[in-house]
């Protein structure tokens, strides 16, 4: 669908009924499937036939929503997985092993910082991580023979840093590797990461995709034009596969070579796969995306002025806010808007956070982000909770810290409950 602009493919994208079927994407709950001959089951578990083996593999209703995003973001397919956790590990380890290293920025959300520096590290694959400031040969100097990707979000979980995508693209392919892009707090609704030169995308399908609180879920596209045959970096990718009887992904499966080895062999192996009924859901999120992202964007940018303003607040962090450090990156990545978080301090620092938090009526205090109801975190005593003190100054969070998560509520209402929570702050 990719003629039709991103809001007709949010509601159109995946899933076109024929002559009497279903109007809305049915769920296909069901692990297995029915064939005609032992002969094409045989093909599909060769890779010889397309088709539908496992739903730990593949299942109609979760291919649709695959579908859907590939074609949002401008990639020749994508992968659903169970978490976004999940869609991180299985980016990096499609194409790295042990012994192998990749480089990724500093000021990323907590729990994916422990996921590469303590569990990837027990894997024996080195997590090498710059500040986002870093110099080009300081980045440079971080890579060797072993290097494998380089990893950004497009904005930070929390410290909302925008990534300068052309130029770290322009680094990572210097160095015969590929830009891997967490694009979860814009979505392709307000950023598409392979037009500025990125590789590989990732999204926590958990949050702004899905929309509600709903549903766990992570997803990976691939935009089909990394050159993974250049260097001989990758054999797991240019080398047969002994466990498909010596396919070849670049070879028998070309510009879709990287995702189609992550759905067949990782997946196959490590089973994160998501639910039927999950992906339904996702798929409903998806539908209102687009005018979801306007609201949460609009909201977010009102808050922020209110905030900036206000007497008990300390410093306001958010990409669009004229003289922000990131302004000039807001608008070159992110023009229609950033998303709907903040961050902030409160004048008196970490109680007063507390103090502020306690005191909202409306918004609450939960260990979620981007879904349509405002909420509120302290993430250094939660989900940033593992890091050091060190890496919690890497990754902008200081302990004074409010992350907010604007909703898609009234602006009115969202901005009374806020102010009187700040009267409760002596």
Request: aromatic share 8%; proline share 4%.
């Amino acid at each position: 669908m990719n003629h039709y602009k991103t809001e007709t493919v949010c509601i159109q994208g995946g899933y076109q009924p024929k002559n009497g079927e279903p109007r809305v994407l049915p769920i296909y709950q069901s692990t297995t499937y029915k064939y005609d001959s032992a002969e094409h089951l045989g093909k599909l578990f060769d890779l010889q036939a397309p088709g539908h083996m496992y739903t730990r593999i593949s299942n109609p209703t979760v291919e649709a929503v695959e579908s859907k995003i590939a074609d949002l973001e401008g990639g020749v397919g994508a992968l659903c997985l169970s978490s976004g956790q999940a869609a991180n590990l299985f980016a990096i380890l499609n194409i790295a092993k042990s012994g192998d290293n990749f480089i990724s920025i500093s000021s990323i959300y907590g729990g994916t910082v422990n996921l590469f520096a303590v569990t990837m590290k027990k894997m024996g694959i080195e997590v090498r991580f710059v500040r986002p400031g870093s110099t080009d040969e300081e980045l440079d100097a971080l890579f060797d023979d072993r290097t494998r990707a380089v990893f950004g979000e497009s904005v930070a979980n929390p410290a909302l840093d925008v990534l300068d995508i052309e130029r770290y693209a322009s680094l990572a392919h210097k160095h015969g590797v590929p830009l891997i892009v967490d694009n979860t707090f814009p979505t392709p609704i307000l950023c598409r990461p392979f037009e500025f030169g990125a590789d590989i995308v990732t999204h926590s399908t958990t949050k702004y995709m899905d929309g509600h609180a709903q549903v766990v879920g992570g997803v990976i596209i691939d935009s089909g034009r990394f050159d993974w045959s250049a260097g001989n970096k990758y054999p797991e990718l240019t080398e047969p596969d002994e466990s498909y009887h010596g396919v070849v992904y670049t070879r028998d499966f070309g510009t879709a070579a990287y995702i189609t080895k992550a759905r067949v062999q990782l997946l196959r192996d490590v089973g994160a796969s998501p639910s039927p009924m999950g992906a339904y859901l996702l798929n409903l999120g998806l539908e209102t995306l687009h005018l979801r992202m306007e609201r949460h964007c609009d909201n977010a940018q009102k808050v922020a002025e209110f905030l900036e303003k206000h007497e008990k607040i300390s410093w306001v962090n958010y990409p669009s806010l004229p003289g922000n450090s990131q302004y000039e990156l807001a608008r070159k990545y992110l023009p229609n808007g950033v998303c709907g978080v903040i961050s902030f301090g409160v004048v008196g620092g970490r109680e007063a956070a507390v103090r502020f938090m306690d005191s909202l009526k409306m918004a609450a205090v939960v260990v979620h982000v981007a879904d349509a109801r405002t909420c509120v975190l302290h993430p250094a005593s939660t989900t940033h909770r593992q890091l050091t003190d060190r890496q919690l100054i890497d990754a902008g969070i200081g302990a004074d810290l409010i992350r907010m998560s604007v909703g898609i509520e009234h602006i009115e209402d969202i901005i009374a409950d806020i102010a009187q929570a700040l009267e409760q702050v002596s």
